[in-house]
Nanobody
Framework: GQVMTESGGGSVQAGGSLRLSCSVD???????MGWFRQRPGEERELIAT????????TYADSAKGRFTISQDKSKKTIYLQMSDLKAEDSAMYLC?????????????WGQGTQVSVSS
């Protein structure tokens, strides 16, 4: 199956920035990708989506203005640039891939990369 490789998590102080990366080994069956996050004891939250063919992006309200999702199709990689990080952004961030029929129907998730923000 499709292999997703995430990187870029780590520890940062509040107000700082991080960039997460997620690469896939092939696109077949995938025309949208995105980032979720999950805090302990909470449900997984969709943060941002990018549609691979046209680059259209969508964001959760919690991410608007601070997070930017982008892609490099030549590298089969998506990114999540996070700025002005807050303690409540601390979570496991998971890359996901799926098929778009109007919206993105996610089918596969990566292992995740941990983001820790200290106040």
């Amino acid at each position: 199956g499709q292999v997703m490789t995430e990187s870029g998590g780590g520890s940062v102080q509040a107000g700082g920035s991080l960039r997460l990366s997620c690469s896939v080994d092939y696109y077949y069956g995938t025309n949208c990708m995105g980032w979720f996050r999950q805090r302990p004891g909470e449900e997984r939250e969709l943060i941002a989506t990018i549609f691979i063919n046209d680059g259209k992006t969508t964001y959760a309200d919690s991410a608007k203005g601070r997070f930017t999702i982008s892609q490099d199709k030549s590298k089969k990689t998506i990114y999540l640039q996070m700025s002005d990080l807050k303690a409540e952004d601390s979570a496991m961030y998971l890359c996901a891939a799926g098929a778009a029929v109007g919206r993105c129907y996610y089918e596969r998730w990566g292992q995740g990369t941990q983001v820790s923000v200290s106040s």
